[in-house]
């Protein structure tokens, strides 16, 4: 088994904490699901909101979902000007058997015009 990076990026309506775990959430879920991970496969998530997100960690969405051996860290992106606002990113670094060709990275809502070609999912 390799460990592969998964990426994956969303956009929050909201600076508030409901808003910014319920986006966690539905992001970490179609990564698991459109890569086929376990969560005992998942060796780290690193996660990243511009700065405009700063209610809650999105790690706790994790903690929440069960991800309680998991290893879970948060930071800011930079503040580049003209970058996308209002936009949580995480990496997930998973042991799996899949070429990186395999991967699917997934890129949601307001996120998806950062990376056109990973477009996925509503």
Request: net charge negative.
């Amino acid at each position: 088994m390799l460990c592969r990076g998964i990426r994956g990026a969303t956009t929050v309506p909201a600076n508030t904490r409901e808003a910014i775990l319920e986006a966690t959430r539905e992001l970490l879920t179609a990564m698991v699901e459109a890569n086929g991970v376990r969560t005992e496969d998942i060796a780290s998530a690193f996660f990243t909101t511009t700065p405009d997100l700063t209610a809650e960690f999105p790690a706790v969405a994790a903690r929440e979902m069960g991800w309680t051996h998991v290893a879970l860290m948060c930071g800011h992106e930079m503040s580049v000007p003209g970058s996308l606002p209002m936009c949580l990113r995480v990496l997930l670094h998973v042991n799996t058997d899949k070429s990186q060709g395999e991967i699917v990275h997934v890129y949601l809502r307001g996120a998806r015009a950062l990376r056109p070609e990973f477009g996925f999912g509503g």
